[in-house]
Nanobody, 123 residues
Framework: QVQLVESGGGLVQAGGSLRLSCAAS????????MGWFRQAPGKEREFVAA????????AYADSVKGRFTISRDNAKNTAYLQMNTLKPEDTAVYYC????????????????WGQGTQVTVSS
């Protein structure tokens, strides 16, 4: 079975940094577009960033541009989300997702999902 496992979440102070990892198994990782989404309490899940299989084409939500960086290591079957200058409004459960196709920010286009990792940013 395909499995995506996020890690790296935690509690940080505003202005701090975290790097999330998403380890994939059960799929040919290099053939998949990877995406990151987040969901805060009382809010809908929203797109954060996505990375095409080549790693050279990326997309970001306006709220994280300049602060977050998505990357991937196909040899390790792992996707990353480097989060810098974190703000309290970044607090959410972060999910990684995969799809066999073109880069997109539409969550309905992603077939495989991880269980999520909690990121909490204190004021």
């Amino acid at each position: 079975q395909v499995q995506l496992v996020e890690s790296g979440g935690g509690l940080v102070q505003a202005g701090g940094s975290l790097r999330l990892s998403c380890a994939a198994s059960g799929l040919t990782f290099s053939s998949y577009t990877m995406g990151w989404f987040r969901q805060a309490p009382g809010k809908e899940r929203e797109f954060v960033a996505a990375n095409r299989w080549s790693g050279g084409i990326r997309a970001y939500a306006d709220s994280v541009k300049g602060r977050f960086t998505i990357s991937r290591d196909n040899a390790k079957n792992t996707a990353y989300l480097q989060m810098n200058t974190l703000k309290p409004e970044d607090t959410a459960v972060y999910y990684c997702a995969a799809r066999f196709g073109e880069l997109t920010g539409r969550e309905t286009e992603y077939v495989y999902w991880g269980q999520g990792t909690q990121v909490t940013v204190s004021s």
